[in-house]
């Protein structure tokens, strides 16, 4: 006998979006104490560089961890489900900048040796195709694959 839970794409989209929606709270709740989270520093210089240093060190890692557990409650209890895919594809692109912009931290050896940041980077990938798929599936609810 199949177990309900996983006979339509209703529930499937939930499983995905509570998975993601755990881990966006997880790493966004180690932000908000200091030295707590591995991607930290990184996430501080990125930010720096891509508000052109606009935006203290301090402020700007409470505000990543703000974004990020906002993700996670949207996505956790998927609800304002665009808005949710929306904030979380955008983070995650941003997530790929460091690869380019701090290169020297994200590799040993561009781009066949990453760092052990590079491949925390290099797993969201995993990440922007479960996001894109539950954003085309909200786009498109009565569509079958």
């Known amino acids: ?25 997880w790493f966004g709740l180690l932000k ?12 501080q210089e990125t930010i720096a560089l891509l508000t052109f ?3 203290p060190d301090s402020i700007s890692i409470i505000l990543l961890a703000i974004w990020e557990v906002i993700v996670a409650a949207l996505l956790i209890t ?19 900048t460091p690869l380019i912009m701090l290169s020297q931290k994200s590799f040993v050896w561009a781009p066949t040796q990453p760092t052990l940041l590079g491949q925390y980077i290099i797993k969201n990938i995993l990440f922007i195709g479960v996001l894109l798929v539950l954003y085309r599936r909200v786009q498109n609810p009565k569509k079958e694959d």
Request: charge should be positive.
């Open 53 to 55: 240093d606009l935006i």
């Open 78 to 96: 998927y609800r304002w489900k665009k808005l949710a895919l929306n904030l979380a594809i955008t983070h995650i692109i941003l997530t790929f």
């Open 32 to 43: 908000f104490f200091p030295g707590k989270s591995p991607a930290e520093q990184l996430a």
């Open 1 to 25: 006998m199949k177990n309900r839970i996983f006979e339509n794409k209703t529930s499937d989209n939930h499983i995905l979006a509570f998975c993601v929606g755990l881990v966006y709270l």
